[in-house]
């Protein structure tokens, strides 16, 4: 009865309004003094015509403009960073090159109409001005980044390699500049700016990118690791204060009045890091929990942000400085700094920051580097560039007294200039000190020192192979290794449970790593220590209850297939054992339209299924992330289905095709080391006329007569009971015979897709 009261009052005042506004509309009609009808049809047009114009000013106002331009910005920079990712380079190599296509060197070239419409003139200072708050941003982060603890454990080595790497090639840059300046160097520009931002230019590195290389190496915590993040770090503090001393320099006008503006810049520096950084450091240990951080205590580090910022562009040494300097004097409290980083890096590197990048691509024209000559310079740059840094830092390197490996190996590290050689390049150009011309070259060397260093890491690994302690080196091994794959630490748990069932009375002849990963940018290190304790700490905890020893690897990543299937297929293992990811594509209508037209369009499936070996539109339970793991990795791929596992006591293997004998091996594990009762059903008889299933069966039973049991059936659902704890099955039989609609009714399962030739 309640809810028809509802209902009456609900129709009773929306209709009786209604009719009340329908009668002043009448009233009001009847009193305009033009009130006449006319031609509808004239109205109608009219009125057509007013929306279309109203759309087309719409269209070109402020807002959608801009709107528009970050839309763009952001799927280029995202696009091409995903396929840089997937070649093997730093996504920032592809954010860069989508600034560049975006500006007048590809776009403004192949479709000059839609380039002038996306980015008219008159709209580039308000993308500038949001450049330059996403590269403040940035810069905070950075000096967030920088550990200073670091710096003194290998402090008198590392300095003295970061700053001959900072001084050799500053050295070649300025004798690069002397040659140049006439033909190259903007009118009225001093000789000493020119060549001090050249020599700048030169001596840069990519501590964001150098970062990166090391750990998706797992090289971050190895003695060379240590040595070249130190040296990054120095190198960043060395630059970035060298770099303000420059601007001091550009823009005072002579030596003498920028000293002035030198002095000022001290006096700054010793207020932040002794009057204001003690302070934020206690602010830090007050506030150091996730709860405890209030929105006005998080707008005190941003103030002081933004204070420093002004502060150091007052003094005339660039935003970027106070942003780095605000950044370095945070609290040391890692928890804190991660909660702090999670608040602005999104904004930062997701919106802001490709908008720098496409800031860069607008200044940058390929097309003037028109001439031989140009060219010619341009390959000049690059190998006076790659001959200062890397030579200066791997011959220094070699003097302190480590091994031509890691000599070679720092120094191309060192080498990476990245994103860091954009934030000088854009200030020497914002400067009036660079011409487009060398702007330009000065890109194009950017871009081969840091997407050279992948490959020149590779050569030395080739000809300066990395010593291997023990082993037979013929890859050989009588240890059964699993690697487990885990997100939720909860899940990892379980997953340990179940590879400790194939190896519970083997410990000794077995070994067990677990993967994790998390999502990680290019940013803030520091804290991987923390973030590896937090994330394995509920999967020690369960293998010390089960007395089980583990090896456990940590990274951060942002291509989580690739990670694993790299770390699968190069680490020697026997079996891995992963979640099923949750597709994007899954749980809305949308979601498997896109599904299907991704699976249309996709250029590895097209040829796949023109050399036979899958059809376009075959079914997979398995779409996305977990389908690209089981294609590509070779060795046994188990994915594990919880549905409330527990233990592995009662197993049941259903038996479709003479292919699945490859499944008996690992059912023969759980039974011998675990104990497990082992039901296998034989669908149709299969086992009977089959010699080579027939003999595999009476293995396993010799192994454990007790613990196999056959069941004839031909429907898996009538014969797999609640008493079941684990579902073992062939992917090719769960594709064929599983699907999802039945997944729930199913007990936990492991789907095994055995070994690729």
């Known amino acids: 009865m309640k809810k028809y009261r509802y209902l009456i009052y609900y129709l009773l005042t929306i209709g009786g309004f209604s009719l009340l506004m329908y009668i002043v509309v009448l009233k009001g009609g009847s009193v305009n003094a033009q009130g006449s009808t006319g031609s509808m049809n004239l109205n109608i047009q009219s009125g057509l015509n007013h929306f ?177 993040i130190t040296c990054a770090a120095i190198d960043d503090i060395s630059a970035w204060c060298l770099l303000a001393a420059l601007i001091a320099i550009v823009k005072a006008g002579s030596f003498i009045s920028s000293l002035y503006t030198i002095l000022v810049s001290v006096i700054y520096v010793i207020m932040m890091l002794k009057i204001v950084s003690p302070f934020l450091h206690r602010l830090g240990e007050i506030y150091s929990r996730k709860d405890g951080i209030s929105r006005p205590v998080v707008a005190v580090f941003i103030i002081t942000l933004l204070i420093s910022s002004y502060l150091t562009e007052i003094i005339g040494i660039h935003a970027v400085f106070g942003a780095f300097v605000a950044g370095v004097i945070m609290p040391p409290n890692v928890s804190f700094r991660k909660i702090l980083i999670e608040k602005i890096e999104d904004l930062a590197i997701i919106l802001l920051l490709p908008i720098f990048f496409v800031m860069s691509g607008l200044r940058t024209e390929i097309g003037l580097i028109n001439s031989l000559y140009l060219w010619k310079i341009t390959g000049i740059v690059i190998l006076t560039a790659v001959a200062g840094k890397f030579a200066g830092s791997a011959l220094s390197l070699k003097f302190v007294g480590q091994n031509w490996r890691n000599s070679l190996i720092i120094g191309t590290l060192m080498n990476t200039r990245g994103l860091m050689q954009l934030v000088v390049l854009s200030i020497g150009y914002d400067l009036g000190v660079l011409s487009p011309a060398i702007y330009t070259i000065m890109i194009i060397m950017a871009l081969v020192t840091t997407m050279m260093a992948g490959p020149a890491l590779n050569l030395i690994d080739r000809f300066y192979p990395e010593k291997k302690n023990g082993g037979n080196g013929n890859g050989v091994h009588d240890l059964f290794r699993i690697l487990i794959s885990f997100g939720n630490p909860d899940n990892g748990k379980l997953m340990l449970n179940l590879a400790g069932s194939f190896i519970r009375k083997g410990t000794d002849k077995a070994a067990i790593t677990l993967l994790h990963m998390s999502p990680g940018s290019d940013l803030h290190k520091f804290n991987q220590d923390d973030y590896e304790q937090e994330s394995f700490k509920p999967v020690r905890d369960e293998a010390s209850r089960l007395g089980m020893k583990i090896t456990a690897i940590y990274k951060t990543s942002q291509d989580f297939e690739r990670d694993i299937i790299e770390a699968a297929n190069s680490g020697n293992y026997d079996l891995i054992i992963a979640g099923k990811a949750h597709s994007l594509y899954e749980g809305s209508l949308l979601g498997r339209l896109l599904r299907i037209i991704i699976r249309i369009t996709n250029p590895g499936r097209i040829y796949e299924s023109i050399r036979g070996t899958e059809k376009l539109f075959s079914k997979s339970v398995f779409d ?78 010799e192994k454990s007569p007790e613990s196999v049991e056959i069941i004839l059936s031909d429907n898996i659902y009538e014969s797999i009971s609640s008493e079941n704890d684990l579902l073992l099955v062939s992917l090719e039989g769960w594709n064929r015979y599983v699907h999802d609609k039945h997944v729930l009714k199913m007990p936990s399962a492991l789907i095994i897709k055995p070994q690729q030739s």
């Open 624 to 701: 996305g992330p977990t389908r690209r793991l089981v294609r590509s990795i070779k060795i046994p791929t188990g994915i594990f289905i919880d549905n409330g596992f527990i233990d592995a006591v009662n197993v049941i293997i259903p038996v479709y095709t003479s292919e699945d004998i490859f499944i008996f091996p690992h059912a023969g594990r759980l039974a011998m080391n675990h104990g497990s009762i082992i039901n296998v059903l034989d669908f149709y008889n299969q086992i009977e006329y089959n010699e080579e299933m027939k003999n595999a069966l009476l293995d396993l039973k």
């Open 52 to 228: 279309r114009e109203a759309i087309r000013q719409n269209i070109s106002n402020a807002l959608p403009l801009l709107l528009l331009q970050i839309i763009t910005i952001i799927g280029f920079a995202r696009i091409f960073g995903f396929i840089c990712k997937k070649i093997g380079q730093p996504a920032v190599i592809g954010e860069i090159i989508a600034g560049i296509i975006l500006g007048p060197s590809v776009l403004g070239i192949i479709a000059p109409h839609f380039s002038a419409f996306i980015f008219p003139p008159g709209s580039l200072n308000t993308l500038q001005f949001f450049s330059q708050i996403g590269l403040i941003l940035f810069m905070f982060i950075i000096g967030m980044d920088i550990d200073l603890k670091l710096l003194g454990n290998r402090a008198p080595e590392a300095f003295v390699v970061s700053h001959a790497s900072i001084i050799i090639p500053f050295t070649f840059g300025m004798a690069l500049a002397y040659f140049i300046y006439s033909s190259l160097a903007p009118a009225g520009v001093p000789f000493l700016s020119f060549a001090l931002f050249t020599g700048i230019s030169m001596s840069i590195t990519a501590f964001p990118v150098l970062a990166r290389i090391l750990q998706e190496r797992n090289l971050m915590k190895t003695r060379v690791g240590v040595l070249a």
